[in-house]
């Protein structure tokens, strides 16, 4: 597969990042490796997990340490930042961009721990280390005890857990008597949790989201928080905390979740047009794709859909970084109007994922075709909980006409 890199080169904008000349070195060093992650793309597919040294060269560019704060080595950027590094990933490698997105978004949720928590976990870590975490809906229970948590429960799909040291895990919690005293997030070692293998899927499979398993282990007290703490304001109308603390994680991983699916797409149009002037139009008498007006119609109109998800999402990342540099959390209604934002823009993708599918013909659906294998992972992850576009569009609504959220987590 040999295509051009305009599109995953170019940003649609200028944009404001804390750290954009880093922004860019780290995109010239994934073009660098491009050619070895699509290669690998074909392999991890077939084996459910990206290989090591595949992962190993994803770090050396900087792309898993975006998240990380500064005094702990990472370079503490944005969603902008993330947003075009796993954009960039996606355009070689889906899974790639979806292990960059989940690892530096997890590392979101541990920076709301406390900073002897962090020091804990950093302390003689790389500022590149993986994470996993879920949290989507609450599983597992945890029972205080003594000075801290025994944990046990399982939690699926864990992205990244397969290449991750550390996992924060949304979960159930109450006293010793058995009392419920709500859900929290607990953060827990390498060590402290097994990988159950349940990751057998259409696309994404690189991922490796297998099943995260506990069972029965006790950890401090200061390594589970309550939802409020993790995902409330708390942190975002601090004046004494910094970018990395102010930052949402929730709206960030959400409009960054859908970069894999983005740059994939941009691929996949990229792979359509490099073949047009040599494809011809079965049971028609044009000698090439190139020469169909419908078919240029349809590339054109599948350019603009990929464009206008672009815009949609950049507006939301460069909206979570502005708020992220003050002391002044993004209002609920802003919040539900990107949510609804995100869920269009995936919608947009998938449709222009389709029409590159029909555009292309029947070959797309070899098995080994290139576009077949983006097709499956578009489509799959285009359908994560928190962008979906159903669910993200009434949130939206909510929002519009003042009526009471669907959703918990904005």
């Known amino acids: 597969m040999t295509v051009s890199v305009d599109l995953a080169n170019t940003p649609s904008t200028t944009w404001i990042d804390p750290a954009n000349d880093i922004t860019a070195k780290i995109i010239d060093k ?3 490796i491009g050619p070895m992650l699509r290669e690998q793309s074909v392999i991890a597919d077939e084996k459910r997990v990206m290989a090591d040294h595949a992962i190993e060269a994803i770090k050396e560019t900087g792309a898993w340490q975006i998240s990380t704060m500064q005094r702990y080595g990472g370079f503490e950027g944005g969603a902008r930042m993330l947003f075009e590094v796993a954009r960039t990933l996606g355009y070689y490698c889906p899974s790639a961009g979806w292990v960059t997105v989940i690892t530096n978004g997890s590392v979101m949720l541990a920076n709301r721990f406390s ?3 962090l020091d804990r976990v950093w ?3 790389a500022p590149s280390m993986g994470m996993a975490s879920v949290f989507a809906s609450p599983s597992g229970k945890a029972v205080r005890e003594g000075d801290g ?7 699926p799909f864990g992205s990244n857990v397969m290449h991750s040291e550390w996992t924060v895990n949304i979960i159930n919690t109450e006293e010793a008597d058995g009392t419920s ?4 997030f607990a953060l827990l070692s390498r060590e402290q949790y097994s990988v159950e293998d349940t990751w057998y899927v259409l696309g994404m499979r690189g991922t490796g ?3 995260i398993v506990v069972d029965d282990v006790w950890i401090p007290e200061d390594q589970l928080i309550p939802f409020e703490r993790m995902l409330g304001p708390e942190f975002e109308a601090d004046p004494n905390e910094g970018f990395a603390r102010h930052q949402t994680p929730h709206l960030s991983m959400a409009t960054t979740i859908a970069a894999p699916s983005v740059g994939a797409t941009q691929a996949a ?3 359509v047009r490099s073949k047009a002037p040599s494809r011809g139009v079965t049971f028609t008498t044009y000698a090439t794709q190139a020469e169909s007006g419908a078919f240029r119609h349809g590339i054109g109109a599948a350019s603009a859909k990929i464009d206008g998800a ?3 999402l950049e507006r939301s990342a460069d909206a979570i970084d502005q708020y992220a540099r003050g002391a002044v959390p993004m209002p609920r209604e802003l919040r539900a109007r990107y949510r609804g934002g995100l869920g269009h823009a995936v919608h947009s993708i998938t449709d222009a994922m389709n029409d590159l599918m029909w555009l292309h013909g029947t070959a797309a659906f070899a098995e080994r075709s290139p576009l077949g294998k983006l097709w499956r992972d578009v489509n799959t992850g285009t359908r994560h909980a928190t962008i979906t576009a159903p669910v993200n569009y009434e949130v939206h609504g909510c929002g519009l006409l003042g009526t009471e959220y669907i959703a918990t987590k904005l």
């Not at 948590?149 to 939690?155: H, L, P, V, Y």
Request: aromatic share 10%; net charge negative; no cysteine.
């Open 30 to 32: 994934i073009h660098e």
């Open 115 to 117: 900073d002897a928590v």
């Open 123 to 125: 302390g003689d870590a």
């Open 149 to 155: 948590w025994r944990i046990s429960g399982k939690w």
């Open 181 to 184: 005293t709500g859900v929290g």
């Open 209 to 211: 989201s297998n099943t």
């Open 269 to 271: 149009l990229d792979f």
């Open 310 to 312: 672009v815009l949609l």
